[in-house]
Structure formats: C-alpha cells, structure tokens
C-alpha cells in the first residue's frame, strides 16, 4: 500500500514537474545538426512526456466583438485539472486565425485525441511507407499528417496540458464569425491585431502571445508580426507566403488555375455551414445569416469574369486592382518581413506553393540568427514535416514548436535558439544545417559558399532528352544560331508544377510529382554534360531567354531539373512569365557579383504590360524560386523551356487571347544570349 502510494505520488510529480526537469535538462546541451542531437531528443521528451495539467477545459464560440461590431467567434483551450476545471494562473497564449472554420479545427483536434484510438492511427499514419513503387508521394502525404503537422493546423493538446492557452478564430466571413471576408487584406488584417489585444487582455492570459497555424493561418502570423502589437512575442509560421500575387495568385502573370478555384470553393462552402448547436438552443445569429446572404460566394464572381472577359479594359474593376501594382488590394497583400522585430521559425518546402516567399521572409527579418529560423523539406503544400524523428532528421515540427514557445513564451532555457539556424534537406541528398542560405547579394567563392555562373542554351544534341527539341547546356558560350520552336499543350497535367499547384495532391504520382520525363516530351530541353564529382546548386536561380512570338503575347514556362543517369529528370525549381509582363522591377530584385539577375522580379502588373512585336527578338528574364540541391556524379543539370503551364497556370482569358495559343520561338543568337543563372559550389567539371 505504502509502494502503491509512494508510485502514484511520483507519478504526479513526474507528471507536474516532467517538462520542466526535461527543459532544464535540454538547456545544457547545444543542439547539432539536423535532429538536434541531444538537445533535439530532450524537445521531443518534453513534448511525449506527462504534462503538467491532465485535462483540457474548452469553451465554445466565444464572441470576441472587433472595433466595427462585427463579432468573431472563437473556441478557448485552457489548461484544466482533474475535475476538467481550467485553472486560475493565468498562462502564455497561443492564437490562431482560420478560414476553414474552427469546426473542421475542432473536429480534426477530436479525430486525433481518442484514447488509444487516436494513437493507433498515428502509428499507422507513420509506419506506411510505399518508398520505391509508383505511389511512394502517398507515404509522404501520411507521415506529413504523423509528424505534427495536424497538431498546427488544428491545436497541440499537449502544448495546452503544458500550461499554455489557445485562441483558434474563424476569420471574418469565415465559419461561425459575421461579417464580409477580407481574404486577408486591411480589415482582417486588424482583425488580427484585436484579436491579439483581446486575448492578451483576458483574465486567463498572463499576456504573452504566440500564434501558430498552416499555410492562410501562417500568412496571418507574419502579417501580424510587421504591424508589431506589443503583446505578440513570437510567430511559428508552417509554409507561410509573404508575396502572394508572385507566389500563388498570378506567379509571372499565369494565374493560379489549379489552386485558386479550390480554394475559393473550399472556404465559401465551409462558410455556409450554420451554426447548428445555435439553432437548437435558441440563440441563432441572424446577422451571421444576413452577412452570408450579402455574400455567399467571394469571389468567385470575380473569378468568372476573368475568364468571360475579352478584354482588358472590360474586367471586373476587383480583379484589375488585384493584377495592378500599387493598388489598395495588392498593396494588402504584398508583405514587408523587415518590420518584424520577435523572434520568428520559418517552416516551407521546396516545391510549397510558397517557395518562392519562405526564404525570402527569413532573409529579410532584421533579427540575429537563432531568433530567426529556417527549415525547408522536400515537400509540398500538404506534407510538411514528413520526415522527421530519426537520426539525422528534424524534430517533428509539434516538437519544434513547443521547444520554441517554451523558450520565447516561457524563458525556458532549452537551447533552441542554437539549432539551424537554416536546416535544409537537399532535393537529391540529405538534411543540412546552415549559416546562410540564398543571400540577395553574391558571396566570395570558396569552400563553403556557391558561386553564380551562367550555364548556355546549346542547339547541339545532349542525346538525353526525349523532348520536342534535344539540346545543350554548356558552360562557355556558344556561336549556336537557331530557332527552337515550341507549341502549348496540354503533357504539364502532369508535371511537377502540378503537383505543387494541387498543394501535392498530384504528387502521389512518381511518375508526374519526381519525374518530367512525361511532360518533357512537349518541351524544349537543354542538358549539360554529367558532373565529376558532388555538386551543389544552393540559392535563387534566374533563366534569360531570347524569345520571339508568333503574337502580342507569349507565356513562358522555364524549370531546372536534375537528370539521373536513368533519364529520370527532377525539377529542382521553376518559374513562369508572361512575355508582355516582362518589365522587371529593379528595386525588388537581385543580380550576382557578373552583373546578371537572380532575382528578376516582374511587376505583375497591368499598367506595365508591354505587348511583344510579332516576329521580333524580345528578352525575358524569368524567376525560379531558391533551392537547396545536390547533383551526385554522373548526373546532370537541365533546363526545360514550355510553351504554358496548365493547371498551374493559365493567362486570364484577354492576355490567352493575345497569345493566340501560337507556337513560341527560342532564338539562340550568340549576341543574344539565352542561359541560366545558377549558384554552383564544387567543381562540377564542366
């Protein structure tokens, strides 16, 4: 009896004072590498572990009124005793804004909290492992979901067990909240800035703020962080965009076919979902109905219109102020990270639908290293966090989450400041950390930091590429004088781009997701010579075409690709633009220490539209987002050059026009060169 007792007394002990014995001893040791080492083992005890409190105590749509008296509804989460009582000291607080309804939130959160159940089917989730047959991308879609990504979409139980509280909002518009939705523009923005306020203000809050959440919910974060509301001490945004009109709406001009019906669809039609336990008790929210009334279905109106309309001058004024530089709308929507002033951990992929943002956020917080983070997979919009907890590998990001809000929330020494500060897996190698990654400006050669150089578009055959046209890359330039021609079509359905563009649902697909070869074969191909030894291409990459169209317009397509020497080709990064938007707005670009871009970045805008003479040379520089990738010997580096990009993208229906879905030309002319710009560290041989 006096064993029985001594035990269970233990047991509470262990599990009150278990997080912070592990913290503690977390904060003797530095973290190494990728996993962490044995400071990243001690994050993820702490998070297993017994927590401090056993239950969670929720309250239910609670109306949170914003300074226009449109009322908000969010759940709360407190930490509760055995009794399911919340507690009386007042904790740090987690904040997160959703337009996918915090039902969808709460419903997921249950799914994965069933006792034992809910354990199960994690196992599982993390134990399926299709590697190596034709729906491997399946395996990375369960073990994203088995490795926290949930946890940060809906709410960590065991973050709230700890001693934390979490705030999850339906945006206005959105869910069970009145209103108009803002789609993320200047109200909601303030939304986001009274929320916080409010929920630093509540007895239940000691006044420190973090938020958390995926994708719309990590835009929001970052949003909220440069506008700097003295209670929000720290984000921890999962694939976050910053840019949103170069990095999902309109990238280069084709806008977002693939993503942005889906989107529209799927937030307008959890909207309309009413509240039924209001129904039921009498306390139905009729200015709820009568918001949804005035606007059942945003934007898509404007979507439509888009799409019936021939001209420029007759499209929905909403739609032109989203395609105009400068505009109210797009001003909203365009991000400066350089106000953010706490610290902030980055978390994206490769082939994210915000790739092109993710590092370019990290770089531009003005913070040291370790305040700011980076940790970019080889993913998806979908699966972030797919690989995880094993040697070698990152923590799981609910992991990393809470060993960052225990230090920037709670002072807990645990040493998380000292990992990455950039950890990157390397699209055809492994995890990496890093100082630096895809600095704007170039860096001195040597060991360790990669120099820009260009790589020429060669007519000579590589004997590689089953493409439209098999050419060259090569490393001098070349006298090669020739036209190259190359017709829309329809083999990018399956591509890589399409696979990002559906946030990697069509990654489950080997043979579209990882390998080209099926969309190559309606593609102009240029491949270099293979290289002798490893070789890295770390950093932004830009292509320079010398283009001619058949009409006032054309739309480009360009990706860089790894090829095996199976023929299996992987694109490493992409970019798009429309020949007529090819203005490049010099103060947000880059250019390397040889004088050529980096980052070339267009306008995107209509009033910048320069239609293309028919027949004549016309220059573009095109995009690709950064990467992190390694060529092992014997491979190659490709560029694939197309002619459209559907579903990815698709011109609005008055610049289609004026492309005329004509073939599209290349001309190589050695006074006009066409070559690829890319950051190389080794000695590739070529």
Same mark, same amino acid.
């Given at each position: 009896?006096?064993?029985?007792?001594?035990?269970?007394?233990?047991?509470?002990?262990?599990?009150?004072?278990?997080?912070?014995?592990?913290?503690?001893?977390?904060?003797?040791?530095?973290?190494?590498?990728?996993?962490?080492?044995?400071?990243?083992?001690?994050?993820?005890?702490?998070?297993?572990?017994?927590?401090?409190?056993?239950?969670?105590?929720?309250?239910?749509?609670?109306?949170?009124?914003? !300074?226009?008296?449109? @009322?908000?509804?969010?759940?709360?989460?407190?930490?509760?005793?055995?009794?399911?009582?919340?507690?009386?000291?007042?904790?740090?607080?987690?904040?997160?804004?959703?337009?996918?309804?915090?039902?969808?939130?709460?419903?997921?959160?249950?799914?994965?909290?069933?006792?034992?159940? /809910?354990?199960?089917?994690?196992?599982?989730?993390?134990?399926?492992?299709?590697?190596?047959?034709?729906?491997?991308?399946?395996?990375?879609?369960?073990?994203?979901?088995?490795?926290?990504?949930?946890?940060?979409?809906?709410?960590?139980?065991?973050?709230?067990?700890?001693?934390? !509280?979490?705030?999850?909002?339906? %945006?206005?518009?959105?869910?069970?909240?009145?209103?108009?939705?803002?789609?993320?523009?200047?109200?909601?923005?303030?939304?986001?800035?009274?929320?916080?306020?409010?929920?630093?203000?509540?007895?239940? /809050?000691?006044?420190?703020?973090?938020?958390?959440?995926?994708?719309?919910?990590?835009?929001?974060?970052?949003?909220?962080?440069?506008?700097?509301?003295?209670?929000?001490?720290?984000?921890?945004?999962?694939?976050?965009?910053?840019?949103?009109?170069?990095?999902?709406?309109?990238?280069?001009?084709?806008?977002?076919?693939?993503?942005?019906?889906?989107?529209?669809?799927?937030?307008?039609?959890?909207?309309?979902?009413?509240?039924?336990?209001?129904? %039921?008790?009498?306390?139905?929210?009729?200015?709820?109905?009568?918001?949804?009334?005035?606007?059942?279905?945003?934007?898509?109106?404007?979507?439509?219109?888009?799409?019936?309309?021939?001209?420029?001058?007759?499209?929905?004024?909403?739609?032109?102020?989203?395609?105009?530089?400068?505009?109210?709308?797009?001003?909203?929507?365009?991000?400066?990270?350089?106000?953010?002033?706490?610290?902030?951990?980055?978390?994206?992929?490769?082939?994210?639908?915000?790739?092109?943002?993710?590092?370019?956020?990290?770089?531009?917080?003005?913070?040291?290293?370790?305040?700011?983070?980076?940790?970019?997979?080889?993913?998806?919009?979908?699966?972030?966090?797919?690989?995880?907890?094993?040697?070698?590998?990152?923590?799981?990001?609910?992991?990393?989450?809470?060993?960052?809000?225990?230090?920037?929330?709670?002072?807990?020494?645990?040493?998380?400041?000292?990992?990455?500060?950039?950890?990157?897996?390397?699209?055809?190698?492994?995890?990496?950390? /890093?100082?630096?990654?895809?600095?704007?400006?170039?860096?001195?050669?040597?060991?360790?930091?990669?120099?820009?150089?260009?790589?020429?578009?060669?007519?000579?055959?590589?004997?590689?590429?089953?493409? @439209?046209?098999?050419?060259?890359?090569?490393?001098?330039?070349?006298?090669?004088?020739?036209?190259?021609? @190359?017709?829309?079509?329809?083999?990018?359905?399956?591509?890589?781009?399409?696979?990002?563009?559906?946030?990697?649902?069509?990654?489950?697909?080997?043979?579209?997701?990882?390998?080209?070869?099926?969309?190559?074969?309606?593609?102009?191909?240029?491949?270099?010579?293979? %290289?002798?030894?490893?070789?890295?291409?770390?950093?932004?990459?830009?292509?320079?075409?010398?283009?001619?169209?058949?009409?006032?317009?054309?739309?480009?397509?360009?990706?860089?690709?790894?090829?095996?020497?199976?023929?299996?080709?992987?694109?490493?990064?992409?970019?798009?633009?429309?020949?007529?938007?090819?203005?490049?707005?010099?103060?947000?670009?880059?250019?390397?220490?040889?004088?050529?871009?980096?980052?070339?970045?267009?306008?995107?805008?209509?009033?910048?539209?320069?239609?293309?003479?028919?027949?004549?040379?016309?220059?573009?520089?095109?995009?690709?987002?950064?990467?992190?990738?390694?060529?092992?010997?014997?491979?190659?580096?490709?560029?694939?050059?197309?002619?459209?990009?559907?579903?990815?993208?698709?011109?609005?229906?008055?610049?289609? #026009?004026?492309?005329?879905?004509?073939?599209?030309?290349?001309? #190589?002319?050695?006074?006009?060169?066409?070559?690829?710009?890319?950051?190389?560290?080794?000695?590739?041989?070529?």
């Amino acid at each position: 009896m006096k064993y029985a007792l001594r035990t269970t007394v233990a047991a509470v002990a262990a599990a009150m004072l278990g997080p912070f014995l592990v913290s503690g001893a977390a904060a003797a040791q530095a973290p190494t590498g990728p996993d962490g080492g044995a400071a990243g083992a001690a994050w993820a005890a702490t998070q297993d572990g017994p927590q401090q409190y056993p239950n969670i105590n929720i309250q239910w749509d609670v109306p949170i009124t914003m !300074s226009d008296g449109t @009322v908000l509804k969010g759940n709360v989460y407190r930490p509760a005793d055995a009794f399911n009582r919340p507690i009386d000291t007042p904790t740090p607080t987690i904040v997160n804004l959703t337009p996918y309804t915090k039902l969808v939130s709460n419903l997921a959160d249950h799914a994965q909290s069933v006792p034992g159940l /809910s354990d199960a089917l994690f196992g599982l989730l993390r134990q399926i492992d299709l590697s190596g047959t034709p729906l491997s991308g399946v395996t990375d879609l369960t073990k994203g979901i088995g490795g926290g990504e949930l946890r940060s979409f809906t709410v960590d139980r065991q973050l709230i067990k700890s001693g934390y !509280s979490q705030v999850v909002v339906d %945006v206005r518009g959105t869910g069970f909240s009145q209103g108009t939705w803002d789609m993320l523009r200047d109200r909601e923005q303030q939304d986001t800035i009274e929320v916080i306020d409010w929920a630093a203000a509540q007895p239940w /809050s000691n006044g420190r703020i973090g938020m958390n959440g995926i994708s719309y919910s990590g835009i929001n974060q970052v949003q909220a962080a440069e506008k700097r509301p003295a209670a929000l001490k720290t984000i921890f945004p999962v694939v976050p965009g910053s840019d949103l009109v170069n990095d999902v709406l309109a990238p280069g001009g084709g806008f977002g076919t693939a993503f942005i019906p889906l989107w529209l669809t799927a937030i307008n039609g959890t909207k309309l979902v009413p509240d039924l336990a209001s129904m %039921v008790n009498g306390q139905f929210d009729t200015r709820w109905l009568a918001d949804r009334v005035r606007d059942p279905f945003t934007f898509m109106d404007v979507l439509l219109n888009a799409y019936t309309t021939t001209r420029i001058d007759d499209l929905d004024p909403r739609a032109k102020e989203l395609l105009t530089d400068g505009s109210r709308p797009r001003q909203a929507w365009l991000g400066d990270p350089s106000r953010i002033q706490i610290p902030t951990f980055v978390t994206g992929g490769w082939h994210d639908l915000f790739t092109y943002s993710e590092s370019k956020i990290y770089q531009e917080i003005p913070l040291p290293a370790g305040q700011k983070q980076l940790l970019m997979g080889n993913t998806y919009h979908l699966n972030s966090g797919n690989e995880y907890a094993k040697p070698g590998l990152p923590p799981r990001l609910d992991v990393l989450q809470r060993a960052w809000f225990d230090k920037w929330l709670k002072g807990i020494d645990n040493g998380v400041d000292g990992y990455g500060p950039i950890t990157l897996r390397q699209q055809g190698g492994g995890w990496i950390t /890093s100082d630096s990654f895809a600095e704007p400006t170039e860096q001195k050669g040597g060991a360790q930091n990669p120099v820009y150089r260009r790589m020429y578009l060669s007519a000579n055959g590589s004997g590689t590429a089953n493409s @439209v046209y098999d050419g060259s890359l090569t490393a001098a330039a070349n006298d090669d004088t020739a036209r190259l021609t @190359v017709a829309p079509g329809l083999t990018t359905l399956c591509s890589n781009d399409a696979a990002q563009a559906t946030a990697g649902v069509l990654s489950i697909i080997n043979g579209c997701g990882e390998d080209s070869r099926v969309a190559e074969l309606n593609a102009l191909s240029f491949t270099s010579d293979p %290289v002798a030894e490893p070789t890295s291409i770390s950093g932004r990459i830009a292509v320079r075409l010398n283009t001619v169209q058949d009409a006032s317009d054309g739309y480009w397509v360009a990706t860089v690709n790894d090829v095996a020497p199976d023929g299996r080709s992987s694109v490493l990064s992409s970019g798009q633009l429309m020949a007529s938007l090819r203005e490049v707005d010099e103060a947000n670009s880059s250019k390397s220490a040889n004088g050529d871009y980096t980052d070339p970045r267009a306008f995107t805008s209509l009033d910048n539209r320069q239609p293309t003479v028919p027949g004549e040379a016309t220059t573009l520089n095109i995009a690709l987002s950064a990467t992190e990738a390694i060529l092992q010997p014997g491979h190659r580096l490709r560029v694939d050059v197309f002619a459209g990009n559907f579903p990815k993208g698709l011109p609005i229906l008055p610049m289609l #026009l004026d492309t005329g879905l004509k073939p599209q030309h290349v001309q #190589l002319d050695p006074n006009r060169p066409s070559f690829v710009n890319v950051p190389v560290r080794g000695n590739p041989g070529w």
